[in-house]
């Protein structure tokens, strides 16, 4: 079984950043990991993938050159640096691990809980 935690969330004004760190534990193996965001009212979206090596990355075109995801595979973390912050950003964050199929459909074998990021105009 596998854990994980996301941290980092918060609130900001537009134009800021944050970083949000999702933390895995249990049975550490290095998958492709995901961040998605729902904001109230909205369906969960695809926001960025990593791959297990940390070699390939995707976005999607509404954070295309605002976020960036990355990860430290010794301490089973990754990471998502949000910049530039828009207040359409707010939303619940989650991560999760191991993607059945395209990574960017949202199914995968874990999920985090969450954290909350909301950017005030």
């Known amino acids: 079984q596998v854990q994980l935690v996301e941290s980092g969330g918060g609130l900001v004004q537009a134009g800021g950043s944050l970083r949000l760190s999702c933390a895995a534990s249990?049975?550490?193996?290095?998958?492709?990991m995901g961040w998605f965001r729902q904001a109230p009212g909205k369906e969960r979206e695809f926001v960025a993938v990593i791959t297990g090596t940390g070699s390939t990355t995707y976005y999607a075109d509404s954070v295309k050159g605002r976020f960036s995801i990355s990860r430290e595979n010794a301490k089973n973390t990754v990471y998502l640096q949000l910049n530039t912050l828009k207040p359409e950003d707010t939303a619940v964050y989650y991560c999760?691990?191991?993607?059945?199929?395209?990574?960017?459909?949202?199914?995968?074998?874990?999920w985090g809980q969450g954290t909350q990021v909301t950017v005030s105009s």
């Open positions: 249990g049975r550490t193996v290095i998958y492709t």
């Open positions: 999760a691990l191991a993607p059945r199929g395209d990574p960017r459909t949202g199914d995968y074998r874990y």
